[in-house]
């Protein structure tokens, strides 16, 4: 997928929210290596470097765009192109003593499998410490999955109709349990106030439109936006003070191995 930093960046205060909730629930007092998956254009990495002065930090991601972003805004700090799945298979990244990962593992299939393997990257009593959105049941993305049924593009974006890419956070836990030492999962729901016209549009314009976005031609995503924005602005009805309110549901989770 290609991503736009700018897009993503529109709605930054709300999307900083859920990490420094997961930062604050990590009781390291000083790791020593630390990395973060999927660390798109690298402001929440730095808050982990904020959090952690001291620490050898390095923020991965696969996509071009978000790395340059991260490399321009903070060249002092290592940032390196790769895929997580990739990354936690090949058992070379063993010795951290902290994997963080907010708003990406989502994005990757297999998480019966992907979450016991990123444990195993963790030195003696590491912390994995993962956010994802868990808000598929939501009107915003009912809708979008409705919208991707219209005949004009159903078979283009089949692939992505059915789409439900984070399970229940009991499932979460029968995967981590048998390896983790400690283990916390908690979900939050956060009433977040946006600003601006078609204001849920342009927040799922930096997320979940992204394959859409990619899969179709410009006219088809033209198409495909209006649509989309017209339900959505009866879900979500802009207020009389301008504001809409978007009711996003997170799942945390940290995980400490012995």
Known sequence: MTWSAEQYLRFGGHRLRPVLDLIAAVHLSAPARVIDLGCGPGNATMLLRERWPGCELTGLDNDAAMLAKARADHPGEH????????????GTAAGYDLVFTNAALHWLPDH???????LEALAPGGVLACQMPRNFAAPSHRLLRETMQDARWRQRLAAFADWEPVAAPSAYYDWLRPHARTLDIWETEYLQVLEGEDAVLEWIKGSALVPVRDTLDADGYAAFTARFGQALREAYPRRSDGTTLLPFRRLFMVAQVA
């Open 112 to 118: 019966a499998s992907l979450f016991p393997a990123l």
């Open 79 to 90: 940032w390196v192109a790769g895929d997580i799945a990739a990354w936690a298979r090949e």
